[in-house]
């Protein structure tokens, strides 16, 4: 398996994993899956693009430019540019989600609610759904 079918799987199971805890009423956990399966796709979409990824958790705007300008045709109509900007979004409260705030002595589920873990399942779907396409644009013109 390569690292793209690595991430792409990966990416897959958490937007599975973050619906599964969404329908248990677990919607900090969901939040935290939703996220994970936003950067699992952006990684991926660095590598369908750029053939590297950043090692971290935030993408420099120069980076995000660099795949903004390998989009193949086919994968256009994506905007990428909202999807990036959603992910910086989430990338933000991933932390929250999963530990709460220590300082404040609250738990996760002081900060987050249905409608919020519906919307990063919402995002997490649309960034898979990107991938996907650009997956299959990328192997369609090869």
């Given at each position: 398996?390569?690292l ?9 199971k ?16 969901s ?9 699992l796709?952006?990684k ?9 990824y ?20 086919g994968a ?20 929250l ?16 609610d249905?409608q919020?873990?519906e ?7 649309e960034?898979?759904?990107a ?6 644009v990328?192997?369609?013109k090869?």
């Amino acid at each position: 398996m390569t690292l793209l079918d690595g991430f792409k799987e990966r990416a897959r199971k958490k937007l599975n994993e973050a619906e599964e805890y969404f329908n248990h009423l677990n919607y900090p956990e969901s939040i935290s899956a939703s996220q994970e399966c936003m950067e699992l796709s952006a990684k991926a979409a660095f590598l369908l693009t750029a053939e590297k990824y950043p090692r971290r958790h935030e993408f420099k705007d120069e980076e995000i430019g660099s795949i903004l300008e390998k989009i193949p045709e086919g994968a256009k109509h994506i905007n990428f540019l909202k999807l990036f900007m959603e992910y910086d979004f989430w990338r933000t409260r991933y932390t929250l989600a999963k530990y709460g705030n220590e300082k404040l002595n609250a738990s996760p589920k002081e900060f987050f609610d249905k409608q919020d873990a519906e919307l990063a399942k919402q995002r997490a779907h649309e960034w898979y759904i990107a991938l996907q396409t650009l997956d299959y644009v990328n192997r369609e013109k090869s």
